[in-house]
Structures are given as structure tokens and as C-alpha cells.
């Protein structure tokens, strides 16, 4: 396990901690030095496909809702730390919000580049990591993915009310997203952001047939809320306060 601080071009400050797959959970807490959180917040997914109004709606929710939500109850944000995406809404929102939460990033080694590794040969399907984190965990692996069980594990490590938020998403959303139900996790899901997210939504709401049995797991699992993309973000604050403190 390696620990080292890494500054942005924007001046902005992070931790690194780079670890092997068996690292555990505790020993990667315990260097990140993060204060036990009140609750979690994990984001998954993407914004692939879609047109930038949606995009637009989507950054306003993470700012005007999900942000201040996480700082109003003292909740740590996950999510996979690149500047893609999501991802980068989310470190876009946390700093408009004034940086009142923290914000890890967790993503493979072999995928992602940062001040100081950013000389090296581009990666192929690489990513930079997003710049207005305050931490990161470097998993040691090649492909994307290849950080999900560690993510996981760490999430349960930190022993708090989580909930996961869908938004758009892959095969590797997909999979997080079903781990989170599996965990015992709410899965928040994001309703008209397309992709998995809409999969998901339209075989919880309208009981159409599934379109794989990962979309059938999350859909009866009964550990899952929608929200609409076009819903004001004062009704995804109340929802993620509803989630998160019963």
C-alpha cells in the first residue's frame, strides 16, 4: 500500500492511496484518514448517450440536490473519481457547494493518470482523475471493473446508512448496482437518464419483462426508488433524507 498527496492544476490537494486487491478494508481506512461518516452515498453510472439538455438536467440535480443533500447529513460520497461523466458533475457539485463533503474516488491503477503519472504513454480507454476529489483509492488493476469488489468492500467497511444512486449506466453500473441491492443497499435510480438506469426503472414501474436477469434481481429486490430526471431537486433531497435516516 502507497500513500501520497497529489496537486491539481487547480491547485487543489488529494489523497492517494494506492493498494493490491487483498488490501483490507480497515488498513485502507485507517491511511485515508476520512472521520467516520453519518451515511454514504455511492454514485454509479455514466452519462453516455445522452443530449446536453439531459446532461444539463442532470449537473443541476447534482448540484442544487444531491451536494447539499450529502453535506446536510454528514454523508460521504462514492463514486469512480475520473473526470467523466457523473463523476465529474460530482466534483463539480461538491466544490459549487463549497466543499462541505468529502468526495473518494475509487478506480484501477491501470486506467487513470494524475499529476505526476501524467508524462507516461496516454492509456488506451484511459481516464484523468477528476480534480476536485478529496480522495482516492487506486486499486491495482488493468481494466475498468477491476476496483468494484474493493469499492464494495469498503462501503461496508465504513458501517453506515448507504444508498446507491443509478444514473445511466453500463455493464459495470449494472454490476454495481446489483452488488448494492445484494448488500442490502437502497438503490436510488435514476429515472429518463437512459441506459441501465431506464432498464431498471421500466421493469420496476411498469412490470415489463426484464431485459436480463441482473434487471430482474434489482427490480424485486424491493431495495429500489425512482426518481425522474425532470422532478425538482428539492424532491431528490427529501428523498435521499428519507432513504438515509428513515
Known amino acids: 500500500m502507497k500513500k501520497n498527496n497529489i496537486t491539481f492544476a487547480n491547485g487543489d490537494c488529494a489523497v492517494v492511496i494506492t493498494v493490491p486487491p487483498d488490501a483490507s478494508a480497515q488498513s485502507i481506512l485507517k491511511a485515508l484518514g476520512i472521520a467516520q461518516p453519518r451515511a454514504l452515498i455511492m454514485v454509479f453510472g455514466g452519462a453516455k448517450g445522452l443530449d446536453d439538455s439531459r446532461k444539463t438536467r442532470l449537473a443541476e440535480l447534482f448540484i442544487d440536490a444531491i451536494a447539499p443533500a450529502a453535506a446536510e447529513l454528514g454523508a460521504l460520497i462514492i463514486d469512480g473519481g475520473t473526470q467523466s461523466g457523473v463523476m465529474a458533475m460530482m466534483g463539480q457539485a461538491v466544490t459549487q457547494d463549497g466543499r462541505r463533503s468529502q468526495l473518494l474516488g475509487i ?34 488493476a488493468d481494466e475498468w471493473g477491476g476496483e468494484t469488489t474493493k469499492m464494495l468492500e469498503l462501503a461496508r467497511a465504513f458501517n453506515a446508512p448507504t ?45 415489463q419483462s426484464a431485459t436480463s436477469a441482473e434487471v430482474s434481481e434489482i427490480a424485486r429486490s424491493g431495495r429500489v426508488a425512482l426518481f425522474h430526471v425532470d422532478n425538482a431537486a428539492q424532491k431528490l433531497k427529501v428523498e435521499l433524507r428519507r432513504m438515509l435516516c428513515g
Open 163 to 207: 444508498v446507491a444512486i443509478l444514473v445511466n449506466g453500463g455493464a459495470i453500473a449494472a454490476d454495481e448496482a446489483l452488488q448494492s441491492v445484494r448488500n442490502g443497499w437502497q438503490l436510488l435510480v435514476i429515472e429518463g437518464s437512459g441506459r441501465f438506469a431506464d432498464e431498471v426503472s421500466a421493469a420496476f414501474r411498469d412490470g
Open 107 to 140: 478506480a484501477p491503477t491501470g486506467k487513470v493518470t494524475y499529476p505526476g503519472r501524467l508524462s507516461e504513454a496516454r492509456i488506451a480507454d484511459g481516464a484523468v482523475l477528476e480534480p476536485n476529489h478529496s480522495h482516492f483509492v487506486l486499486v491495482e
